[in-house]
């Protein structure tokens, strides 16, 4: 295929990784974040040096004159004044270079030499770009094709994720409200329920958007000899904890103003129920044991309802935030088989709970599932026991800043925290969906080493990308504003290089729609008042005005 020359390099740029050349571009093919190259020798071998296109200045125009009668095109009047070239504009584009992709490391290595002076710079094609961009390819095991590149036409550059390089090392979906960021989760679920990954996933979703993703079981595009992928969904009245499941940090955190004797007491009833009951207590042995441990402990012909000021507080909240709640229960419980299964994607889904039982219940289900493939590794579980998870799985947060808020205590914060910085090795990965980075806390943001970044409008929010995110350039950071809606900049461990991408249309139906108010109000009056309810108002409307119209003329 022949080489597209579109300029000449012109000498480096202002740091060592950057150079500039001069194009013409008048079909402006060379856009921010276009990729170009050009040949240099290598080890005794011709390579083609990939960059990136990171600045675009002109340096040739038309004179002020051409241009002071909007209805005479400047064309016009060039050519009418004898203006030789004057319809040929020249640009200065600076690239940040990149290197040349190696088959060996599978990652782009930096020659460190600058193009010479005149060498020709060509515009990267497109078979060029589908081998060394992504760390995956459409349609093979272990990727996932989440969109095209966005300065090529649609389909033209595929791009593909590596599903083990965020499944190893986290990933961070960013974006503002309405940008995209729950489509692009689709998509990116979608691709894990695909015959080629059959993934294990679970979804903890606070806004009952997801369920739209049960249309994978029946879609022909998902199923593959005798596989189909199955999607489950717990709803609020379905959600099952189990009270003896709960730590003693996330007993405190349920309880609201503990005293710091309270809190003594807690303590000790906590350990004396595990002492007593072992991991099956119940809420009544819980607060027979606060009775038990309270200073000057009831006889045996006491009285129950002589409890002194402290435990007798201490029980009402426990039967406050446990006794009456939905969610915790004495005997039933979300077992791991029923939530995670390869091929299957769990939908948990938490509207209509109060926000810290929602991160009581984050927090005991990855803290579950965290300990169940550390004993399962380790030999210490064998098929067959409750905690038996022989299989990586992959936990999907939306609104993260929920579960792990920026300069607030949250139970389920240091959960996140211990899986994002071990969890690899084990096998348990986690995906943190937010609209507001700058809630999220700094920790749990840098350990995500994969980030896709939609539109970020708000300055807070964009610092917090730039610091915690280092894969990401300040080049691509400077174009988070002006992102369009289903646009997106992917960064880290499972691409080979930061890329701008269009992503790819759903399979199911998009369950986060936003509402169109004018037409639920207009839906309410074709419903609710029937055509003969509205015509028999008016003259009671017009009777109105006419007495409101006499009282002002009198």
């Not at 490391?105 to 460190?112: A, G, K, S």
């Not at 199955?230 to 005293?259: G, K, Q, W």
């Not at 088989?337 to 289900?365: H, K, W, Y």
């Not at 399962?376 to 098929?383: C, D, E, L, M, Q």
Request: proline share 6%; charged share 25%; glycine share 8%.
């Amino acid at each position: 295929m022949a080489r597209t020359c579109v300029g000449t390099v012109k000498g480096p740029g202002e740091s060592p990784h950057e150079f500039t050349f001069i194009a013409p571009d008048p079909e402006r093919r060379i856009r921010h974040g276009e990729f170009v190259y050009y040949l240099a020798p290598v080890d005794g071998q011709e390579r083609a040096i990939l960059g990136r296109v990171t600045g675009r200045v002109p340096v040739k125009l038309f004179p002020d004159t051409f241009l002071a009668d909007p209805s005479v095109p400047p064309d016009t009047v060039a050519s009418l004044l004898g203006y030789e070239g004057g319809s040929r504009e020249l640009f200065e584009i600076t690239v940040s270079v990149l290197g040349y992709h190696d088959e060996t490391l599978q990652d782009f290595v930096n020659p460190r030499v600058p193009p010479q002076i005149g060498a020709p710079v060509y515009i990267a094609e497109d078979h060029r770009l589908v081998q060394v961009l992504g760390r995956g390819h459409k349609g093979e095991r272990g990727s996932a094709y989440i969109g095209d590149l966005l300065s090529r036409p649609p389909g033209a550059v595929p791009v593909a994720l590596s599903v083990s390089g965020f499944t190893s090392t986290h990933l961070a979906i960013i974006a503002s409200t309405g940008s995209g960021k729950s489509y692009l989760a689709g998509v990116l679920l979608e691709e894990l329920l695909m015959p080629y990954n059959r993934a294990a996933v679970l979804i903890v979703d606070p806004h009952g958007e997801y369920d739209t993703l049960q249309q994978v079981q029946n879609h022909p595009a998902f199923q593959e000899g005798n596989y189909r992928p199955r999607v489950r969904i717990f709803r609020p009245d379905d959600l099952r904890v189990r009270i003896s499941s709960l730590t003693l940090a996330d007993l405190r955190y349920l309880l609201p103003n503990l005293t710091e004797k309270m809190h003594y007491q807690l303590g000790r009833a906590y350990r004396y129920a595990q002492r007593e009951w072992g991991e099956r207590y119940t809420l009544k042995q819980l607060e027979h044991a606060v009775r038990q441990v309270a200073d000057g402990a009831r006889g045996e012909g006491e009285l129950e309802d002589e409890d002194d000021p402290t435990t007798g507080a201490l029980i009402w909240r426990l039967g406050a935030a446990l006794g009456n709640s939905r969610i915790f229960h004495d005997f039933e419980h979300m077992e791991l088989d029923e939530l995670f299964r390869p091929g299957m994607c769990t939908i948990v889904q938490l509207n209509e709970v109060d926000r810290r039982e929602q991160q009581v219940i984050v927090a005991t289900l990855l803290r579950r599932v965290y300990q169940a493939r550390i004993d399962t590794a380790k030999g210490k579980v064998v098929r067959g026991d409750r905690n038996y998870v022989p299989f990586p799985v992959f936990c999907l947060l939306e609104e993260a800043h929920n579960y792990a808020p920026a300069n607030a205590d949250a139970v389920s914060s240091e959960v996140l925290k211990q899986i994002l910085a071990e969890g690899r090795k084990f096998g348990v990965s986690v995906g943190l969906i937010s609209q507001r980075p700058g809630k999220l806390d700094s920790d749990v943001l840098s350990q995500c080493m994969t980030q896709c970044i939609m539109r970020i409008v708000n300055p807070i929010d964009q610092s917090r990308i730039a610091e915690s995110v280092e894969s990401v350039g300040r080049d691509l950071l400077r174009e988070l504003p002006a992102l369009s809606k289903g646009q997106v900049i992917v960064a880290g461990a499972s691409v080979n290089t930061p890329v701008m991408l269009k992503v790819r249309t759903r399979y199911t139906e998009h369950g986060g729609q936003d509402l169109d108010a004018p037409r639920e109000w207009l839906r309410w009056f074709e419903e609710e008042q029937g055509p003969q309810q509205q015509d028999s108002a008016l003259p009671a409307d017009r009777e109105l005005q006419r007495d409101e119209d006499d009282i002002l003329w009198a």
